[in-house]
């Protein structure tokens, strides 16, 4: 939904020294000593968007032009200039903050009427693409065009309405208004807009509605007996918020075990899969060795051998006569020292073997050696995975078998929600087809006895619960079920009407429900400003010197529900002007934009200021 922003509040004039605040993009709060022009501001605020009377102080004398910064849906910048007491608004698609004597862009009228061609009211609502909506504006069903006026009455609410006994639907007090005020409500609420409503029905169209009727009758009582359950709307909902908090426990527990499940899982598949390449090069390690000690073994014995044939050769060459065992000679054929000569060559021949393999062997050692302690790591890690799969194996059987009941815990959870789901949606065409008998039932009673508008029982539950949740977030004592009462179109809380209780009360309920019903409208993509505009929403009054005045007649709302009031504020999903007395809370002092008027006091006294010197100051302060 398209929503406006307050970007300032001006007053100029010839030789008059410039007075304005600038509104922040969430929350303003403007607040200090009585008698300062707070007030006054709220009224400019009105009186600028179509009021009817400007509001009047002394220190206004002098000042000819009254100018309001907007900043429309699509971001570009408007000003609004109009003269105090004036019925025509200047509109400059620009941003003006002093004296403007420029053409203005378009001129349109204050005041909106039925056949208003060229209002403020026609203009804005196009900008906020709500100028097709209708409302009614009588019981015989004629409607109007949706007003800028219906909006500002509920989003920019002056002290003296904030505290008023009438209901802050109700513009007036006046009969003639509650039908559309009543209308205009559930079009917010609703989104729905009015159509143009036949006045009068002949007698057969009357029969036709009232066959309708029956037949819807027929229909919503078998919607009825198809209800499994006699819970309302609102216990079911209770329910099924209660079940959803049980669900989302159970889910967040399933999440853990499941993920203790499949981490065990992983980590079992992993280990699988190391311990069969670890055995498989156990296998590979150990042939090996057992190959290289084969190898070894043959070396050894090879020197062993060469050993004997030393001996052996040395022994034959010298003791022996006859054919040489060497080389075959005869004795004959032999020379002096043959023998020697030969014994001597079969030495270094051995020799020369000797060291062939020892040196082989001695590089075998170091390679079985290292393939012994390959095996003896190989088999330590075979072992260890063998410890972790076991373990990963018991961890996967407990969390399967966690996992089991909670799963059907979970869907028994989930059946439970889908058939409350279920119940609601039955509901909801119940409340649809009575809502459509509701209207079939005013056409045929006729003009004179036609039904109030009517807000489906879901749709106003759930602003009573966004109303009752406001109040909460504040603290405020004394007013628990809080609720709107679309017949008497007043609020309830504490089992008493609005317009019963002190001043203290009054306000702030009355402030609840405008910033409630802002953020449903906000929430919810409803017609809405999307600014509130509250003075004093929750001390009805304090005096500059004095800070210990009573709020209330009957209940104390303390500096608790003060501090509470502001952060569930700064929260807000559109834009906030706090007009208050007392100080608010340092956090807010820090995040908001803040004006402080001191009345007597240093700094800014007040909306206008005192002389030239201070506007400057105050100019080159902002």
């Given at each position: 939904?398209s ?14 020294p410039t007075a304005s605040?600038?509104f ?5 709060v403007?607040?200090g000593?009585s008698?300062?022009?707070k007030?006054?501001?709220v ?9 009817g009377?400007a509001p009047?102080v002394p220190?206004a004398d002098g ?6 910064g ?5 971001g570009?910048?408007?000003t609004?200039?109009r003269?105090?007491?004036s ?8 941003d003006?903050r002093s ?5 203005a862009?378009a ?14 009211s ?11 909506l ?5 019981e ?5 065009s949706?007003?800028l ?10 002290e003296t309405?904030?505290?008023a006994?009438?209901s802050?639907?109700l513009?007036?007090?006046a009969?003639?208004?509650k039908?559309?005020a009543?209308?205009v ?8 807009s009015?159509?143009d409503?036949?006045?009068?029905l002949n007698?057969g ?11 819807l009758?027929q229909?919503?009582l ?13 216990e079911?909902?209770d329910?099924q918020v209660?079940?959803?908090a049980s669900?989302?426990?159970h ?5 853990v075990?499941?993920d203790?499940?499949?981490t065990?899982v992983?980590?079992?598949?992993r280990a699988?899969e ?12 150990g ?9 070894e073994?043959?070396?050894r014995s ?5 050993e004997?044939?030393?001996?052996a050769?040395?022994?034959?060459g010298?003791?022996?006569?006859g ?7 005869e ?5 002096p ?5 030969e ?16 040196s082989?062997?001695a590089?075998l050692?170091p390679?079985?050696?290292?393939l ?10 075979r072992?260890s995975l063998l410890?972790?799969?076991a373990?990963?194996d ?22 439970a ?5 279920r119940?609601l949606?039955?509901?909801e ?5 009575e809502?459509?008998r509701?209207r079939?039932?005013?056409?045929t009673m006729g003009r ?12 106003l ?14 603290k405020?004592?004394?007013?628990e079920?809080a ?7 007043d609020?309830r ?6 317009s019963?209780r002190g001043?203290g009360?009054r306000?702030?309920?009355?402030s ?10 906000l929430?919810?993509d409803?017609p ?6 509250l003075?004093?929403?929750v001390?009805?009054y304090?005096?500059p010197?004095?800070?210990?005045e009573p709020?209330?007649e ?9 501090d ?5 504020m700064l929260?807000?999903?559109?834009q ?6 007392g100080?608010?809370?340092?956090n ?10 001191t ?11 005192t002389?030239?010197q201070?506007a400057?100051a105050?100019t080159?302060s902002r």
């Amino acid at each position: 939904m398209s929503e406006l922003r307050l970007v300032h509040l001006t007053y100029a004039g010839m030789n008059k020294p410039t007075a304005s605040v600038d509104f922040g993009p969430a929350l303003t709060v403007i607040y200090g000593a009585s008698d300062t022009g707070k007030s006054f501001i709220v009224e400019s605020i009105e009186y600028m968007l179509g009021g009817g009377q400007a509001p009047e102080v002394p220190e206004a004398d002098g000042y000819s032009q009254i100018l309001l910064g907007l900043r429309l849906p699509d971001g570009t910048p408007l000003t609004l200039m109009r003269a105090p007491n004036s019925s025509t608004i200047h509109l400059y698609r620009s941003d003006h903050r002093s004296v403007v004597t420029d053409l203005a862009d378009a001129q349109v009228t204050a005041a909106h009427t039925a056949r208003s061609k060229n209002s403020l009211s026609l203009f804005l609502m196009q900008e906020l693409a709500l100028a097709d909506l209708k409302v009614r504006k009588n019981e015989a069903g004629a409607s109007r065009s949706l007003a800028l006026r219906d909006l500002v009455h509920l989003s920019v609410i002056p002290e003296t309405r904030m505290v008023a006994p009438l209901s802050p639907v109700l513009p007036s007090a006046a009969a003639s208004g509650k039908t559309a005020a009543a209308s205009v409500m559930r079009l917010l609420l609703t989104g729905e807009s009015d159509p143009d409503v036949d006045t009068g029905l002949n007698a057969g169209q009357r029969r036709v509605n009232k066959g309708k009727i029956t037949l819807l009758d027929q229909i919503i009582l078998d919607l009825q007996s198809k209800l499994t359950t006699n819970e309302n709307v609102r216990e079911l909902r209770d329910r099924q918020v209660r079940l959803q908090a049980s669900i989302d426990e159970h889910s967040t527990t399933l999440r853990v075990i499941t993920d203790r499940h499949l981490t065990a899982v992983t980590t079992r598949m992993r280990a699988a899969e190391e311990l069969a390449t670890v055995e498989s090069r156990l296998g590979e390690t150990g042939d090996l060795v057992a190959r290289f000690r084969l190898l070894e073994d043959q070396y050894r014995s090879d020197l062993d051998r060469l050993e004997m044939v030393t001996e052996a050769g040395s022994l034959l060459g010298y003791f022996r006569v006859g054919t040489c065992v060497f080389c075959g000679a005869e004795p004959e054929h032999q020379h002096p020292g043959h023998s020697e000569h030969e014994t001597t060559q079969l030495h270094l021949a051995v020799q020369n073997e000797t060291a062939k393999t020892t040196s082989l062997l001695a590089d075998l050692l170091p390679t079985i050696e290292d393939l012994l302690a390959q095996f003896e790591t190989l088999t330590q890690r075979r072992a260890s995975l063998l410890q972790d799969t076991a373990r990963m194996d018991r961890e996967i059987a407990t969390t399967q078998d966690q996992l089991a009941p909670m799963r059907a815990r979970m869907e028994e959870h989930l059946h439970a929600r889908s058939e409350i789901e279920r119940n609601l949606e039955l509901h909801e065409r119940i409340d649809e087809l009575e809502q459509r008998r509701s209207r079939l039932d005013g056409e045929t009673m006729g003009r004179t006895q036609r039904p109030a508008n009517y807000v489906p029982n879901r749709i106003l539950t759930s602003f009573d619960e966004a109303l009752r949740r406001t109040l909460e977030a504040w603290k405020v004592p004394s007013v628990e079920f809080a609720e709107y009462d679309q017949y008497a179109m007043d609020i309830r809380a504490g089992g008493r009407a609005r317009s019963s209780r002190g001043k203290g009360v009054r306000s702030v309920l009355h402030s609840a429900f405008t910033t409630a019903l802002a953020q449903f409208c906000l929430d919810n993509d409803r017609p809405h400003p999307g600014f509130i505009v509250l003075d004093s929403p929750v001390v009805t009054y304090r005096d500059p010197i004095m800070d210990d005045e009573p709020v209330g007649e009957d209940v104390d709302l303390t500096s608790y529900v003060v501090d509470q009031f502001y952060g569930d504020m700064l929260d807000f999903p559109g834009q906030a002007v706090i007009i208050e007395n007392g100080d608010p809370p340092l956090n807010v002092l820090s995040e908001a934009r803040i004006y402080r008027f001191t009345g007597k006091g240093p700094g800014r006294r007040g909306f206008f200021p005192t002389d030239l010197q201070e506007a400057e100051a105050d100019t080159l302060s902002r």
